[in-house]
């Protein structure tokens, strides 16, 4: 008999997000795989959950993924999570979902937060459709290229950054869409949340003036929502 691959998004800061369902299903299965032990230990322990937990991340997927397959193929019941979020999107977990999908094994969505959802529910854009780009290219011509790229669609575009390389993409963005309004969603969730619209120049001087903490996440707005529609 084969068990069952639950795909369970965490908080992405503020813990009363987690779903009744995630909780028991974490409470429920026999192992838990996440990204670092010690976050989801934290979480488990603040909802008194004692499930066993292992490692699975980018570096020890290859290792690990065949060793919880096999677990699977015994009819264990396994949850994946990532560190906040849900698993797979700019996550690791996509290569262990694919290979339990093609071995035969049920695997299951616990739906809940993702930072993408979040901003584009607050962000005030049309967001009927997207294109979320994940991370940008770190070199800065692949950068501005994937931009370029970007603005091409005229849709609305939806990335994630982090607090080292936001002022380098504020600036790129700046470069490559010009007057257009910006979506700057930080710390979701989080006490020190923040959601601010403005041109790419006007973020750029904000985030030059102090030194850019938490997490980020851009939405730009399609070129429909700059002429005012
Ligand atoms: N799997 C996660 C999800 O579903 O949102 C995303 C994981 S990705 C490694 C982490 C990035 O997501 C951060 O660098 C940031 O860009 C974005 N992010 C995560 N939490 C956020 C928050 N509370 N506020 C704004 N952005 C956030």
Redesign the pocket.
């Known amino acids: 008999m084969s068990g069952t691959l639950y795909v369970v998004?965490t908080p992405?800061?503020n813990l009363e997000d987690v779903t009744a369902r995630a909780l028991r299903v974490l409470r429920e299965v026999d192992v838990v795989a996440c990204e670092d032990t010690r976050r989801t230990r934290a979480l488990l322990t603040h909802f008194d959950i004692h499930t066993p937990t292992v490692s699975y991340y980018e570096h020890n997927k290859l290792t690990r993924g065949p060793q919880l397959l096999r677990q699977l193929a015994d009819g264990k019941a396994i949850a994946l999570v990532?560190?906040?979020?849900?698993?797979?999107?700019?996550?690791p977990g996509i290569l262990l979902v694919r290979e339990a999908r093609a071995a035969g094994v049920r695997v299951v969505p616990v739906p809940g937060?993702?930072?993408?959802a979040?901003?584009l529910s607050a962000a005030g854009v049309p967001a009927d459709r997207f294109v979320f780009d994940g991370?940008l290219p770190v070199k800065p011509g692949r950068r501005v290229n994937r931009l370029k790229a970007l603005r091409e669609l005229d849709t609305t575009i939806v990335?994630?950054?982090?607090p080292h390389r936001v002022v380098a993409s504020m600036a790129a963005i700046a470069e490559v869409f010009g007057e257009a309004p910006v979506v700057v969603?930080?710390?979701?969730?989080?006490q020190f949340?923040e959601i601010v619209t403005a041109t790419a120049a006007e973020h750029l001087a904000r985030l030059k003036a102090g030194e850019p903490r938490?997490?980020?996440?851009i939405v730009i707005g399609p070129g429909v929502y700059f002429s005012g529609l």
């Open positions: 998004a992405i800061g990532s560190d906040a979020g849900t698993p797979g999107i700019s996550d937060p993702s930072a993408v979040a901003a991370f990335v994630y950054e982090s969603a930080r710390e979701l969730t989080k949340e938490g997490e980020f996440t």
